[in-house]
T-cell receptor, first 109, second 114 residues
Framework: GQNIDQPTEMTATEGAIVQINCTYQTSGFNGLFWYQQHAGEAPTFLSYNVLDGLEEKGRFSSFLSRSKGYSYLLLKELQMKDSASYLCVLGGGGNKLTFGTGTQLKVEL | DGGITQSPKYLFRKEGQNVTLSCEQNLNHDAMYWYRQDPGQGLRLIYYSQIVNDFQKGDIAEGYSVSREKKESFPLTVTSAQKNPTAFYLC?????????????FGSGTQLSVL
């Protein structure tokens, strides 16, 4: 089976940098996704890591280490609109996605 | 603009009643999915369909039914057999074979029991 762990809540200050960690146990997966979900809304795609290393996309970056079973999402220059839940998702192909419970990020002034 | 549309946004179910949640997409995606989201839990797969006229059970299919008569449409029926239907339901689509595990989600339906 697959298991994903991420912190339940985090709080950060507007303009700061925050790192949301995700650790996982799995027998195999294709890649790791990060999605953003505002309350009562649809999750939206942020990033997809297949290979180890850092993928940068604007203010958001995502890192994967397969050997360590570890990923993180890095958010820079935090804005109030970044307050949302961030979902770590293991992709095993097609329907075989395993979702973490999400990290609720609160950005404060 | 292409997208995936769910309706209604809010739905109430009475005891013993079946209700149907609508999901329509104009992204020309082959695969469609239904997930259930409960507070403090990750999304769980109810049903999925990789192609028209074919669908498969996910992890929590009991008490639910689906159909896939058209590529664009994948309605979900919550039957009276589902004893704990209160949840946020998300429909998604993807186009396998082209990095297609990336899911596009609808805006969700919040189902509550009266």
């Amino acid at each position: 089976g697959q298991n994903i762990d991420q912190p339940t809540e985090m709080t950060a200050t507007e303009g700061a940098i925050v790192q949301i960690n995700c650790t996982y146990q799995t027998s195999g997966f294709n890649g790791l996704f990060w999605y953003q979900q505002h309350a009562g809304e649809a999750p939206t795609f942020l990033s997809y890591n297949v290979l180890d290393g850092l993928e940068e996309k604007g203010r958001f970056s995502s890192f994967l280490s397969r050997s360590k079973g570890y990923s993180y999402l890095l958010l820079k220059e935090l804005q109030m609109k970044d307050s949302a839940s961030y979902l770590c998702v293991l992709g095993g192909g097609g329907n075989k996605l395993t979702f973490g419970t999400g990290t609720q990020l609160k950005v404060e002034l | 603009d292409g997208g995936i549309t769910q309706s209604p946004k809010y739905l109430f179910r009475k005891e013993g009643q079946n209700v149907t949640l609508s999901c329509e997409q104009n992204l020309n995606h082959d695969a469609m999915y239904w997930y259930r989201q409960d507070p403090g839990q990750g999304l769980r797969l109810i049903y999925y369909s990789q192609i028209v006229n074919d669908f498969q059970k996910g992890d929590i299919a009991e008490g639910y039914s689906v159909s896939r008569e058209k590529k664009e449409s994948f309605p979900l029926t919550v039957t009276s057999a589902q004893k704990n239907p209160t949840a946020f339901y998300l429909c998604a689509s993807s186009k396998p074979g082209q990095g297609g595990e990336k899911l596009f989600f609808g805006s969700g339906t919040q189902l509550s029991v009266l």
